[in-house]
């Protein structure tokens, strides 16, 4: 399928490139929609795969590349059910976030986050799964789990660990905070930095250059350098259920679906 | 070395500038998200253009409570 137009996101195949934008209202927020539209793209791979040498991903909206989970689906749907149903339901959801996550993670073409904005929490781990990030200077990342007594639970962990040195890692997990682009390219997280806007012009010119290069030698060049830590990423599963059982954590999520005020995303 | 009150000027000037409020319509005692209605993302926003001015990094957690420009302003200078 080359091209597809869903109701949370779009992709255009075309020489060799695929462009897929994120489009969901109001900031690409990951819940079953867009999880279900996700799954569409990873099962046209087989089809689009020998045709295809790079894959730019980028957003839509204007507050960014993605807030992240879609907070106010998980709390509304867990909050109808008994304990053992909702963890039942978080863990199948993970399970088929994560078949996604190692699906453009291992992707034998080349992988282009071109992000803007808000790059939080899951859309952060989106990135996360790509080979190359590029950001505008408007763009900023966090991994804000903690604030709801989580832990990133799409893969971002094991990832963020794979790219970076620990300090760092563990600077954004501990304090939820964000950072902006240009401390995201200095710790090496961002490859390029564009101007405001620019961020998809840049993927596009870069992915005009890997376009070029033998397709055999770079998708083995790509498996060799970026293995995908699997058992980690189970183990990252295993410790976001474990704590999303816990009754504090309803209780943030509730506060921050019916915080209507101006602060839901800051600390 | 920038003193607080041009931090402030300058705080001033940028909100002024990116929400498209008139020049000299902001005080530094204003309530930002009232004055400019903005939400939590619109301040993120804010912070990244604040952080790219000044040169600074400013972590979210530094800003948690903090609703006026000339607190905003303190806590920039802090890390001048």
């Known amino acids: ?267 | 070395m920038r003193t607080l009150e041009q931090t402030t000027q300058e705080v001033l000037d940028l909100a002024s500038k990116h929400f498209q409020v008139p020049a000299g319509s902001l005080a530094p005692e204003d309530d930002f998200f009232k004055k400019l209605g903005i939400d939590s993302l619109q301040t993120l926003e804010m912070l990244s253009r604040l952080e790219n001015h000044f040169g600074i990094e400013l972590p979210d957690y530094e800003v948690q409570g903090v609703s006026d420009f000339k607190t905003l302003a303190e806590r920039i200078q802090s890390r001048l």
């Not at chain 1, 989106?126 to 990133?152: N, S, Y």
């Not at chain 1, 990832?159 to 964000?178: H, I, M, P, Q, Y």
């Open chain 1, 1 to 267: 399928m080359k091209s597809f137009t869903g109701k949370t996101l779009r992709w255009e195949w075309r020489e060799g490139i695929i462009e897929l934008t994120l489009d969901r209202e109001p900031a690409n927020e990951i819940g079953l929609a867009m999880l279900g539209e996700l799954e569409k793209f990873v099962s046209a791979f087989g089809k689009l795969v020998p045709e295809t040498s790079v894959c730019i991903i980028s957003s839509a909206r204007k507050q960014g590349f993605s807030a992240g989970a879609d907070l106010r689906e998980l709390y509304h749907t867990a909050a109808l059910l008994s304990k053992a149903r909702r963890l039942s339901g978080v863990r199948n959801f993970l399970k088929r976030i994560h078949a996604v996550m190692n699906a453009i993670d291992a992707a034998p073409f080349v992988t282009i986050a071109a992000v803007h904005g808000v790059c939080f929490g899951g859309g952060f781990e989106l990135a996360l799964a790509c080979d190359i990030i590029v950001a505008d200077k408007m763009a900023r990342f966090a991994f804000p789990e903690l604030r709801l007594g989580l832990i990133p639970g799409f893969g971002g962990i094991p990832r963020l660990k794979r790219d970076l040195g620990n300090a760092f890692v563990r600077e954004l997990l501990l304090t939820g905070r964000s950072v902006n682009a240009a401390r995201a390219q200095a710790v090496g997280l961002v490859a390029q930095l564009a101007a405001e806007g620019e961020a998809m012009r840049i993927a596009q010119a870069t992915a005009a250059q890997i376009v070029k290069f033998d397709a055999v030698a770079r998708a083995a060049a790509k498996k060799f350098i970026k293995p995908v830590p699997r058992a980690e990423l189970r183990r990252e599963v295993d410790l976001f259920c474990k704590l999303f059982t816990r009754p504090a954590v309803m209780a943030a999520l509730k506060k921050f679906v019916e915080d209507f005020g101006p602060m839901p995303y800051l600390p």
